[in-house]
Each structure stands twice: as C-alpha cells, then as structure tokens.
C-alpha cells in the first residue's frame, strides 16, 4: 500500500466509497447494488449524498466476493473498505 492509498482512505472515508461505486458501475453491478440496497438513481446524480455512500459500502462488506476482487482491482487492502464504513459512523 503506497502512502497515497493509507492516506485516502483512512482520512477520507468517502474516496473508497467513491472507488467501490466506480468499480461497481464497471463492473456492470451498479443495478444489482441499486436495487438490493433501495436507491433509485440516486447515485447517478452528483453529489453523491454521504448516507448513499454508506449503502455503497454496506453492500460491498455483505459481500466477500465481492470485497475482494474490489480489493484486487482498486489495490487497498479489504480492511480500507470497512475502516471507511467504520468512520461514517464516527
């Protein structure tokens, strides 16, 4: 992990819940999560609002798979994903 990825994502917890929707979105998930998580085109409109970015990050931690391959593929450890959800809450 580079100084870059430790900073972003433990003082910002909004840029990993950003990089799982981009990934999402890529991934051709983004209606899976919209629909299971309740969101009707909300994340489609910037800005996305604080509490659609903790679905965001609540969906990718209730799944495994899918927290790893993001994990894989933005290069943070699983443990950013639920540090960020962690500090939505603070």
Known sequence: MTAAQDFSFRDYPE????R???YFHHRAELDRFLASAGIDGEVR????RRDVLAKVLDFL?????ALIQFSHAVDLPPEAAYE???RFDS
Not at 15 to 18: H, K, N, P
Not at 61 to 65: F, S
């Open 61 to 65: 931690l209730e799944n495994e798979a």
């Open 45 to 48: 409109q910037p800005p996305v």
């Open 20 to 22: 799982a929707l981009g």
């Open 84 to 86: 960020a959800r962690r």
């Open 15 to 18: 840029a990993v819940a950003l």
